[in-house]
């Protein structure tokens, strides 16, 4: 299985701070997977994912120890433009990803920087707009959408380059239901593709569990728990205790577990049609 | 009866540019509620919430705020007074060069005298939690959840009675929102405030509203105790809500599961009463 | 916790166990069909011939009649050119109706400058005084402000054909065309997506004042004019935060202000390949190029858009004895 990002003994310091905000940070994602991180606030999470990108250490200014490799090259070491064709990333806040007048000079700007031919550009463009469902926002302003066009846009923009690691920090954090709902449904296409990596900080677990084949669990500055997510979720206390918390069905399941209504074989539903199985079988076995 | 706060009584809304965005919303808030607003974004509740404190005025119908009529003239020092609006994004909020300053601003804007104004300032920043030592820092220098704080300092120096609050827990993790949450608790329980929550978060609806108004499509689709109104997921749809995961597990086997659970403690009682029945 | 309360719901609506529910089905809020589309700058209509016609034409008609007043001091001839504006928005299918927006700044100006002419007519001995009851105004200047006035509206309406009869992209394509380069053409489309979410953050703001008891219909002007000091703080610190996520997002995605391309090579442009000249388009854009050089040319060779030339003003000094 080929490694897409290696994460070795990773520290980074923000300037003008005075703690490290990853201390020590190793990490092996394997091509094609989908990892999901997870975390309290301010622990490291952006942060990490700003150093696969590269935004760290090109973009701020720090103490910068260990290394993070994208298909055996040092991010530190490549520049900007060809990072931005093996790893793309959206953020958090749909307002603050666009600069162009339409949505179509959007996701074409990052295809000319590149050097692609007309040809090209129209079949990037239509694949990524077919995927992320924004066919007819095209001409508009990306100004004048809503927050869940807004970041479907963003994504489609990312997609358009066609990166073989795709990292999205927080995607739905700000957006209505409906707006989260498009992009989880765009994360279950790239996940059945199959053809890319992909990385999702979330503090919607409860969308984000079902699709992630590992979860990674990020406490000051440190991966403390990396685990497929039945496993992940074996101990809800420990992850409440870090701000952490699995979805409610996971919950209910482990106290199932520790009261003898469920076999400690059987795993921890990732999703609610799980859940409900697993409900089921523990009524039959509960009464007898 | 609970006494009124606020009637609202067949409002209409249409926008400047003709968009309609209320249709015929009849309802009425009374004293020391814990009320949460849900819907799609586009349903109106925003608009909504703007009419309760005269930000917006009705097209047709009325709203009524202690007995002051919200399209009446120059009563907005007065309705500041009755109901606060806290934005979702603090620094549309921050206007003022110190944090001091900015709590004062409100009970400034409508003519208190210094020595109630000081006074004022000193007390909301002690239910906010924002300590003295902040009181010179600009706003801008500081940490998400002190601003945060500080805009709902400078809306409780106003003594509003009803206090709406725009998404308390939006990109937030939980153990932030638990934190806001609980505040809102307490002014609601202990102070006896009214509260009102514009929020997609639908779990924290379940553990802290008592009730739920869904709107959808700028009308009042659903209006009563949040137990009722997630066990009605059919009528939920309409405005893209979802009751909460556990509340789901309860609707898909039920029966002998209940259709009204809001928590996992509460689904944890009604498994064994289900075992029980068995 | 407890249940929630047990009020009477009206009565039209159905009750259940406390709870009111909508009886009627859900009817739609009415939207009519839309025939104009917002844009940054303005409303552009889905449909119009203006559409037929490449961007680059359509900025050759702007600087035709949204330029080439300033050579025309002709009161008459500026009057004209306003009407022929107002046909083509009607030609090209623009909701008239949603221009009612720029009527508080048509009115708002004309007062403006006839107040000021009023009370600084400035001073020279040719000016000839006219009383008006009580009051005395001086012809020359007043005439040289309503023959301004007449100018500055068919520079704003030429400007509002332009922002009524061009999207986002046409915009944009314009500047393309004309080669301009890559980053004014990017500082460009930047500013004005800034001003448009400058203000909405202003529309904000302005609420958020408002929720703390600020009632600028009872302020006076002066205080009302501080206000807008006021409004940089929050403005500045949202921009900043903004600026900072924008640069990220824009390293993110391999932008380079330069335009280069990476390995060398040139840079297509896709958006720009989508249009096409046509026979017609060069002929109007000849045409419009003309008539704006000839413009030129009239007013500074030949003086002929001068004010003495103006037959109104010919007519009312005739009227009133001036030489």
Known sequence: ?288 | ?278 | MTNGPDELRPARLLIVRGMTIMAAESVPVGVRAPKMRKTLLGYVPIVSPFYDYHPVTRLAMYIFFGVAPVFIDLPEVNVVLLLITIGLLLWGKVDLRRLRIYLPLIATVAMFMFTMVFIFPGQDPSYTPIRIGPATIYYQPVFFTFASYWRLMAMLFGTILYFSTNRERDMLVALRAIRLPFIASYVVGLSIRAAGMFMEDFRTIREAEQARGLDTSAMKLSDQAKLYMMYLIPLFSIALRRADEISNALFARGYTLTGQVEGGGRRSDYILNQYQMTTKDWGWIVIFMALFVAAAVAQYGFGLFRLVNSPLNIYLRSLLGIP
């Open chain 1, 1 to 288: 299985m080929t490694i897409a990002v290696a994460i070795k003994d990773l520290e980074w310091k923000y300037e003008n701070t005075t703690q490290f905000a990853l201390r020590k940070v190793n990490l092996e994602i394997s091509e094609n997977t989908f990892l999901g991180i997870v975390g309290a606030n301010e622990q490291g999470k952006t942060t990490l994912v700003s150093c696969i990108k590269g935004l760290i250490p090109h973009s701020f200014n720090g103490v910068y120890r260990g290394s993070v490799e994208v298909f055996g090259q040092a991010v530190k070491e490549t520049s900007g433009l060809h990072l931005a064709r093996e790893v793309g990333l959206v953020f958090a806040d749909p307002e603050a990803q666009f600069t162009a007048m339409t949505v179509e000079e959007e996701l074409v700007f990052g295809l000319e920087n590149v050097g692609y031919d007309i040809n090209k550009i129209r079949e990037r463009l239509e694949w990524a707009a077919e995927v992320t469902q924004i066919g007819n926002l095209l001409d508009k302003s990306p100004y004048d959408i809503s927050g869940g066009q807004k970041q479907r846009v963003a994504i489609a923009c990312v997609l358009a380059m066609d990166p073989r690691i795709v990292i999205m920090d927080e995607p739905t954090s700000m957006i209505d239901p409906l707006g989260k709902q498009f992009i989880f449904d765009i994360l279950r296409k790239l996940k059945e593709e199959g053809n890319r990596t992909i990385i999702v900080v979330e503090h919607n677990i409860e969308q984000l569990a079902p699709l992630s084949d590992q979860l990674a669990l990020i406490h000051e500055g440190q991966i403390v728990k990396v685990a497929p997510p039945d496993e992940f979720f074996a101990d809800p206390q420990s992850l409440i205790a870090q701000g952490v918390y699995p979805p409610e069905v996971a919950i209910f399941a482990g106290w199932l577990h520790s009261q003898g209504y469920l076999p400690d074989a059987s795993p921890i539903p990732r999703d609610l049609a799980e859940a409900v199985a697993a409900a089921q079988t523990a009524l039959k076995m509960g009464s007898g």
């Open chain 2, 1 to 278: 009866m609970m006494a009124a706060l606020i009637e609202i009584s067949r409002l209409d809304y249409v926008y400047l540019d003709g968009t309609p965005a209320l249709f015929d919303v009849n309802v009425t808030i009374g004293e020391q509620e814990f009320i949460a607003f849900i819907g799609q974004n586009g349903s109106g509740k925003t608009t909504f919430s703007k009419c309760l404190n005269g930000l917006l005025r009705p097209t047709n119908g009325s709203v009524t705020v202690d007995g002051i009529d919200t399209r009446s003239k120059g009563v907005i020092k007065q309705l500041v007074t009755k109901v606060g609006y806290v934005f979702q994004n603090p620094d549309h909020q921050l206007f003022n060069d110190s944090v001091e300053r900015e709590i004062a601003y409100g009970p400034r804007n409508i003519g208190l005298p210094e020595s109630e104004v000081k006074a004022r300032v000193q007390e909301a920043a002690a239910v906010a939690g924002v300590g003295p030592d902040h009181f010179a820092t600009h706003p801008f220098f500081l940490t998400k959840g002190l601003r945060q704080r500080v805009a709902i300092a400078s809306i409780l120096a106003l003594k509003p009675r009803t206090i709406i609050v725009d998404e308390p827990t939006t990109g937030q993790d939980m153990p932030q929102s638990i934190e806001v949450m609980n505040f809102l608790q307490r002014l609601w329980k202990e102070e006896g405030h009214t509260i009102i929550i514009i929020t997609h978060e639908m779990s924290i609806v379940a553990r802290y509203a008592q009730r739920v108004i869904a709107l959808g499509q700028g009308r009042v689709l659903l209006d009563g105790p949040t137990r009722e109104v997630f066990s009605r997921p059919d009528i939920l749809k309409q405005t893209f809500v979802e009751p909460p995961q556990i509340t789901r597990l309860g609707q898909a086997l039920n029966p002998p599961l209940p259709r009204d659970v809001l928590t996992v403690e509460e689904m944890q009682i009604a498994f064994k009463g289900a075992l029980k029945q068995h």
